[in-house]
């Protein structure tokens, strides 16, 4: 998947770290269906954890925006996030017999707030160029993985999550952070943003975000 023009290119920027967390054994697990329950509720129980707080980064994506439009996006990705992938966090949990109260009271990972934090970060600290390529291995990972995985057949016991980051819905979502991202780096850096003193940090802050991704795969299998 493409997702716009600049994705690619950070995606190539980060070399092997890319295909680390893409094809990472636990996104293996869930699409042959080897991943052993406990281990996906494990993750479940800190991916909901994690979407708080990647919420709140692209919350604070409104307030770094330079245009209306840049802020609408952000606010529908927030919207996204809330009421489309929490919500199936919070079902697949009720299930479970663990309601949203438990998920809440649950302790974080250390992994977990690395990763959150490091985002959180960007995005204080830096500008909205900053803090989109810090969200963008999350979004546009996912969304290449459930690509994929649906593609290849998207059954087995984790059908339920690769139909919901495969399907129509949040791809839509994906191609329009692509553009998001694209629009951004023309406003601020121009036409080739790679060609800008920029470019390698951005390409740095997309590389550390998908090595906390790999991360984040590495403490879901580890209870």
């Not at 991943?35 to 707080?53: A, E, K, N």
């Not at 309601?99 to 204080?124: P, S």
Request: charged content about 15%; some cysteine.
């Amino acid at each position: 998947m493409t997702y716009g023009r600049t994705f690619p290119l950070w995606r190539a920027a980060a070399g092997e770290t890319w295909p680390a967390y893409t094809g990472h054994a636990f996104v293996q697990g869930l699409a042959d269906g080897t991943l052993p329950h406990p281990t996906f509720l494990h993750y479940l129980v800190q991916d909901y954890l994690f979407l708080i707080h990647f919420s709140r980064a692209w919350a604070l994506g409104v307030t770094k925006a330079a245009t209306v439009d840049e802020m609408r996006h952000c606010a529908a990705t927030v919207n996204a996030l809330i009421n489309d992938e929490i919500a199936l966090h919070v079902a697949l949990c009720a299930r479970e017999v663990i309601d949203e109260a438990q998920l809440l009271d649950a302790e974080e990972r250390a992994e977990n707030i690395a990763y959150t934090r490091y985002v959180l970060d960007a995005g204080h600290s830096g500008d909205f160029l900053d803090l989109l390529a810090a969200l963008a291995p999350c979004v546009l990972g996912y969304g290449e993985i459930g690509a994929r995985l649906l593609a290849a057949g998207g059954g087995g016991p984790y059908a339920e999550w690769i139909a919901l980051y495969g399907g129509a819905a949040y791809q839509e979502v994906c191609h329009s952070v692509g553009a998001l991202i694209d629009g951004a780096m023309a406003l601020r850096l121009g036409e080739t943003p790679e060609a800008t003193p920029r470019w390698d940090a951005l390409c740095q802050r997309f590389t550390t975000a998908t090595r906390l991704e790999v991360g984040f795969w590495n403490m879901g299998l580890t209870p």
